[in-house]
């Protein structure tokens, strides 16, 4: 299973980005997607999670600003990310699980992208 994350990018204080990541591979099916994010010195913690549901879960930090989504057909989870804050700089990893016909029961990890909100 494979994922790859795009849409990271240099943005200012206010500036919006939408970041994209599409699981490929022995997937049989797709529960739980969600993003992550560490910052320089702090550990990796939850930014946003959809579950097969759509039933969404956001950080108190980014409710209101953060929308995430998914297309079920592309296998495809999305970030729209609105009203960046400096405190928002980060890299950002997609997470997603499901079942493979090949491992079955996986959770997979995107390599990050690197979000940066200028001040």
């Known amino acids: 299973v494979q994922l790859v994350e795009s849409g990271g990018d240099l943005v200012q204080a206010g500036g919006s980005l939408r970041l994209s990541c599409t699981a490929s591979?022995?997937?049989?099916?797709?529960?739980?997607m969600g993003w992550y994010r560490q910052a320089p010195g702090k550990q990796r913690e939850l930014v946003a999670r959809i579950t097969s549901g759509v039933n969404t879960d956001y950080a108190d930090s980014v409710k209101g600003r953060f929308t995430i989504s998914r297309d079920n057909v592309k296998g495809t989870v999305y970030l729209q990310m609105n009203s960046l804050k400096p405190e928002d700089t980060a890299v950002y990893y997609c997470?997603?699980?499901?079942?493979?016909?090949?491992?079955?029961?996986?959770?997979?990890w995107g390599q990050g992208t690197q979000v940066t909100v200028s001040s």
């Open positions: 591979g022995s997937i049989s099916s797709i529960n739980g």
């Open positions: 997470n997603v699980n499901g079942y493979s016909w090949i491992l079955g029961d996986f959770t997979s």
